[in-house]
C-alpha cells in the first residue's frame, strides 16, 4: 500500500486565511489546490475564527453545522472548554468535524482522494495528512 502525503499549508491574507491542499507521492507533479476561508466577525475576546467557504457548508442538520456558519457564542463556548481541557458531550467531535470542513471540506477531499488514486493500481492507499502554518 502506497504512502501519500497531504500537506495543508494555511496562510492569513487580507481576506483571513487561505489553505493550500498539495498531494505528494503520486508520479509526475504534486496535486495542488487552494482554498479560499471565510472568518468569522469578532468575539468579545476580538478573536476571529476561520469558516469554510460557503459552498461547502455541512448539511444544515450537522452537529457541526452552527460553528461552520460562524456562530460567535457557539465558537468561542466550545473553543474554551477545549482550551480549558474541559470539552462537553460531542464537543471534541463537532470542533474536530468543524476544522475539517473549515480546512479542506468534503468537496476537496473527494478531490484529494481521486487525485490519490493511480490508475491501475490496485485499491487502498494510505494518506498522511500534515499542517503547516507560520508561528507569528
Not at 493550500?20 to 508520479?27: D, K, M, N, R, Y
Not at 479560499?36 to 476561520?50: A, K, N, T, V, Y
Not at 480549558?84 to 470542533?95: K, L, Q
Request: proline share 8%; aromatic share 6%; glycine share 8%.
Amino acid at each position: 500500500m502506497a504512502l501519500k502525503r497531504v500537506l495543508l499549508r494555511v496562510e492569513t491574507n487580507s481576506d483571513g486565511w487561505s489553505v493550500t491542499v498539495i498531494l505528494t507521492g503520486s508520479a509526475g507533479a504534486p496535486w495542488e489546490r487552494k482554498r479560499q476561508l471565510r472568518r468569522s466577525d469578532p468575539d468579545p475576546l476580538g478573536r476571529r475564527f476561520p469558516l469554510p467557504p460557503t459552498a461547502d457548508l455541512p448539511e444544515p442538520a450537522a452537529a457541526h453545522r452552527s460553528l461552520c456558519d460562524g456562530d460567535l457564542a457557539t465558537l468561542a463556548k466550545v473553543y474554551g472548554h477545549l482550551v480549558n481541557r474541559e470539552p462537553g458531550a460531542g464537543e471534541i467531535a463537532s470542533f474536530g468535524a468543524y476544522l475539517f470542513t473549515t480546512l479542506i471540506g468534503d468537496l476537496l477531499w473527494n478531490e484529494v482522494c481521486q487525485a490519490a488514486t493511480d490508475p491501475g493500481a490496485p485499491v487502498g492507499i494510505s494518506l498522511e495528512l500534515a499542517l503547516a502554518w507560520r508561528h507569528d
